[in-house]
């Protein structure tokens, strides 16, 4: 701004004010809005924390993201990823896997995620208690890519089960076996473990001396979201529900994967029937 300009301006200020009695100026200075060095240290104050918020959720951010990329992609789960690819060249376990469906659970405070799959044909899926454990909400994604809204029908926290139905016809189901099948026999798992989708893995049924407890051991590799992943034996029939994995201090083996009995789930269907 040019002196000439700057005076002109003083000039149009004084103009304003000339004709004003005294109090009336004074008034009209105190109307003025002044700035505040107090206002002005918090506003930047204000200003400071927010960038110190942001930089530490950004950090965080950055570490869960890195932690779930390890999860990952560690060695022993790009194997399982081969051997799924393997397995899934097998008719019979492309036919399980479209019985199989995602579990995604929306809550007050958290969302959940795990496996189901169909026992009949008109929509029932059985899963774990823990996977819709307090949502206020349960979709299920089936093999056509649809996403369905269940209702939960039925859930033992004891069993660690769950009924839930969705509306539908015409599903491809998984039978149940009466019985659970006998130590060392060849079964497979299909589940949704570390944020992928049917995924198929293979192992054996355990005795209960490699299993350290009375549970339904066995030895396919168990991650996160495989929760109420079938456990299927060669004859194509469901021996057991995976609830949870266990670490083995004192063998070679690592871990195992834990599941509910087929007795048991045939229990707890037997009591909703009633």
Known sequence: MGRKDKNKLDDMYDKEYE????????????????????????????????????VVIAVALVFQTSAVLFDTF?????????????????????EWKESVVTIEGEGKYLRSQGTGFFIQENG???????????????????ENGEVYEAELIKSDEEKDLALLDVEGDGFNSLSLRKNTSNENNHIYVIGN?????????????????????DELGISAPIYKGNSGSPIITEE??????????????DSDRGSIGLAVSIEDVHTFLDDFEE
């Open 19 to 54: 004709e004003l009695s005294y109090e009336e100026f004074q008034q009209a200075l105190e109307a003025e809005p002044r700035k505040n060095p107090k206002e002005k240290k918090k506003k930047q104050k204000q200003r400071w924390g927010i960038r110190i918020v942001a």
């Open 124 to 142: 029932l899926v059985l899963t774990n208690h823990h996977v819709i454990e307090n949502q206020d909400s349960i979709g299920v994604s089936a």
């Open 74 to 94: 560690r060695l022993d789960a790009i194997e399982f990823l081969k051997t799924s690819y393997k397995l899934s060249q097998d008719e019979d376990v492309q």
């Open 236 to 249: 194509g029939e469901v021996t057991g529900v995976v609830y949870a994995k266990r670490t083995l201090s």
């Open 193 to 213: 473990p570390l944020s992928f989708t049917k995924i198929a893995n293979e192992g054996k049924v355990l005795n209960t001396e490699e299993t350290g407890g």
